[in-house]
């Protein structure tokens, strides 16, 4: 093999080892300035998109030991769209773009140590944010406390409307 394509496969392995998520998609008969356009989304969430070689992507697998890459039966125009951080944004950033360009479409992907498949990739990108879903499970968390205290509070004012009650009705009769 050419010292060129080893580097190569190098620099896709490194890329595939250290990305936190790896999306295959299809971009066949997509325009060179849709395609930078399509880049230039991805970058606003620090992701990168390649357009690789079938063989490579899957040698590089290999080679770095990702058992799902290396095994995927990839066929036509392939682009690695990879990153760090959150992959709820990029893939929904990858579905807002095929529905504008049906040239784009995600194929597979590779997503905390697992295969994904489109239909995988299409319900990440229908999540709501990272932050959302922090924001959803801290307040199912602090419901309980919460309607505890709102109990407690209504007991408390329901014992001081009984006793200004009473107080009323003494100070009457007096």
């Known amino acids: 093999m050419r010292v060129e394509k080893v580097q190569l496969l190098n620099e896709i392995g490194n890329t595939l080892e250290k990305s936190d998520y790896i999306f295959l998609i299809t971009y ?21 998109c390649h357009v690789l070689k079938n063989r490579m992507i899957r040698k590089a697998a290999e080679k770095k030991g990702i058992k799902g890459l290396s095994e995927l039966k990839l066929t036509g125009d392939t682009a ?23 040239q784009v479409s995600p194929k597979a992907g590779y997503l905390e140590g697992a295969m994904v498949s ?54 009457k009769s007096n």
Request: net charge positive.
């Open 28 to 48: 066949k008969g997509l325009k060179v300035s849709d395609f930078s356009e399509l880049r230039g989304s991805l970058g606003k969430f620090n992701a990168e």
């Open 118 to 171: 489109k239909g995988d990739i299409t319900a990440i990108a229908s999540l709501p944010s990272r932050d959302a879903l922090r924001s959803q499970l801290l307040g199912v968390l602090l419901a309980p406390s919460r309607n505890l205290v709102t109990i407690l509070n209504v007991k408390a004012s329901e014992i001081v409307n009984v006793l200004n009650a009473y107080k009323d009705k003494k100070e």
């Open 80 to 102: 690695l769209v990879s990153g760090k951080g959150d992959a709820g944004p990029v893939a929904k950033a990858l579905m807002v773009y095929s529905k504008a360009h049906e």
